[in-house]
Nanobody
Framework: QVQLVESGGGLVQAGGSLRLSCAAS????????VGWFRQAPGQERDFVSRISTSGRITDYAVSVKGRFTISRDNAKNTAYLQMNNLKPEDTAVYFCAAGGSWSTNSGAYDSWGQGTQVTVSS
């Protein structure tokens, strides 16, 4: 396992942007698929995006495609989620996760950060 810490959440107006970071510990970060998930109050934890170990393959939920960009810098043991044109429905706690398979299922990820709150006002 690796230890993950998210940061960068906050309050923004609709149409604004926010950049989330996920800092990982350990020497094996580059061996893990990284996923971003989000959970709104009273709702399930939903898939947002994932990125391959090399960073060359990315995938997005339909609801965020074209607005969000996932990336990673293995030399810095950090993954990112750039969020543009934010909407009120993006309001949620955002989690980064690391896993050993290419999956959109939260259960496939072994390590999780503590979450960071993103609030988008209208």
């Amino acid at each position: 396992q690796v230890q993950l810490v998210e940061s960068g959440g906050g309050l923004v107006q609709a149409g604004g942007s926010l950049r989330l970071s996920c800092a990982a510990s350990g020497r094996t970060f580059s061996s893990y698929v990284v996923g971003w998930f989000r959970q709104a109050p009273g709702q399930e934890r939903d898939f947002v995006s994932r990125i391959s170990t090399s960073g060359r393959i990315t995938d997005y939920a339909v609801s965020v495609k074209g607005r969000f960009t996932i990336s990673r810098d293995n030399a810095k043991n950090t993954a990112y989620l750039q969020m543009n044109n934010l909407k009120p429905e993006d309001t949620a706690v955002y989690f980064c996760a690391a896993g050993g398979s290419w999956s959109t299922n939260s259960g496939a990820y072994d390590s999780w950060g503590q979450g960071t709150q993103v609030t988008v006002s209208s």
